[in-house]
């Protein structure tokens, strides 16, 4: 069965600052999903990453997806008050389309 | 239409009611997908559409929940003799197809308070 571990849960961070979103599966899979969720809001799509080394980029956040060691990564560089959500990874369960969501990660940049 | 349109966007509810939940996916989405988000949580899979048919309703939590979708469009969930560990928020999503290389498109939501 497919398990999607996001670290860290909250993170509080200044603004300007950099800091990483950790997102572990535990079994193969070749498609993973980042979305952004606001409070009371439904989920956007940040990036969708395809294969091994895959790096995706938006203004501050940077995606990449290491397929090998299943892990992939939500960079924010010189955080903004902007940028606080909750950030969730998604993973496609090979075989099946359906997606198993992280924990996901709130984020709250202080100014 | 434009995007991914759920009715209610609220809905309270007393202890053992039913409720039905509507969704109504982009035009041309044949995927279709309901996840439940409890408060503070992440998102739980409950059951997915590819056309009217259900391949997967794994996510199902008990035989209180049921869905249906009609037309390859509108889908429904209902849920039967609600209880208060039902409260949650439902999301729906649809896609162009099962797999497709674009993920989902999210609705906005039902919260779900049964009382």
């Known amino acids: 069965e497919l398990k999607v571990e996001q670290n860290p849960l909250f993170l509080s961070m200044q603004e300007g600052k950099n800091y990483t979103i950790y997102c572990n599966y535990s079994?193969?899979?070749?498609?993973l999903y980042w979305y952004r969720q606001d409070p009371g809001k439904s989920l956007e799509s940040l990036f969708v990453?395809?294969?091994?080394?895959a790096v995706k980029q938006e203004g501050r956040l940077m995606a990449s997806l290491d397929t090998k060691a299943r892990l992939s990564t939500l960079h924010i560089t010189a955080a903004v008050h902007d940028l606080s959500a909750t950030y969730f990874c998604a993973v496609e369960a090979s075989g099946t389309y359906k997606y198993i969501f992280g924990t996901g990660t709130r984020l709250k940049v202080l100014a | 239409g434009a995007g991914v349109s759920q009715s209610p966007s609220n809905k309270v509810t007393e202890k053992g009611k039913d409720v039905e939940l509507r969704c109504d996916p982009i035009s041309g989405h044949t995927a279709l997908y309901w996840y439940r988000q409890s408060l503070g949580q992440g998102l739980e899979f409950l059951i997915y559409f590819q056309g009217n048919s259900a391949p997967d309703k794994s996510g199902l939590p008990s035989d209180r929940f049921s869905a249906e979708r009609t037309g390859g469009s509108v889908s429904t969930l209902t849920i039967q003799r609600t209880q208060q560990e039902d409260s949650a928020v439902y999301l729906c999503?649809?896609?162009?197809?099962?797999?497709?290389?674009?993920?989902?498109?999210f609705g906005s939501g039902t919260r779900l308070t049964v009382v």
């Open positions: 079994t193969t899979s070749d498609r």
């Open positions: 990453l395809l294969s091994n080394g």
């Open positions: 999503a649809s896609s162009l197809g099962p797999g497709v290389v674009y993920g989902y498109t």
